[in-house]
C-alpha cells in the first residue's frame, strides 16, 4: 500500500514556475514508476511525466516537453515536478500516481495522491 500527498499548487502569474512535490509513505516507493498527471475542469486526466523507479528514465507528455521536469529522491520517499514558463492552459488539478509501469495510461496506475490545484493567470 502507498498513500501520496501532493503539495506545492498555487496562483502564478504567466512565464512564472511552481514545484510540486509528492510524498509518498509504504515500503514499495523505491521499487516504482511514478507519475503526474492533471485534470481541467470539463476535461480528460492528462498525463504529465513519469520516472523510473531509480530515476534514470524520464518520459514527458507533449505538455510538458522543454518546461517540466520530473525528479525523485527516494531517499526521502519524494517525487518532484518542476513546471517553467507557466502559461494558463497549464491551470488544473494536478495528481501524483504510483504503478508498476512506465506509462501513460491513467489506468495503469495503482495509487492516486488526492490532487494539488495550479492556477496560472494571464
Known amino acids: 500500500q502507498v498513500q501520496l500527498v501532493e503539495s506545492g499548487g498555487g496562483l502564478v502569474q504567466a512565464g512564472g514556475s511552481l514545484r510540486l512535490s509528492c510524498a509518498a509513505s509504504?515500503?514499495?516507493?523505491?521499487?516504482?514508476?511514478m507519475g503526474w498527471f492533471r485534470q481541467a475542469p470539463g476535461k480528460e486526466r492528462e498525463f504529465v511525466a513519469a520516472?523510473?523507479?531509480?530515476?534514470?528514465?524520464?518520459y514527458y507528455g507533449d505538455s510538458a516537453k522543454g518546461r517540466f521536469t520530473i525528479s525523485r529522491d527516494n531517499a526521502k520517499n519524494t517525487v518532484y515536478l518542476q513546471m517553467n514558463s507557466l502559461k494558463p492552459e497549464d491551470t488544473a488539478v494536478y495528481y501524483c500516481?504510483?504503478?508498476?509501469?512506465?506509462?501513460?495510461?491513467?489506468?495503469?496506475?495503482?495509487?492516486w495522491g488526492q490532487g494539488t490545484q495550479v492556477t496560472v493567470s494571464s
Open positions: 500516481a504510483a504503478g508498476k509501469l512506465m506509462t501513460t495510461r491513467p489506468g495503469r496506475y495503482d495509487y
Open positions: 509504504g515500503r514499495t516507493f523505491s521499487s516504482g514508476v
Open positions: 520516472i523510473s523507479w531509480s530515476g534514470g528514465a524520464t
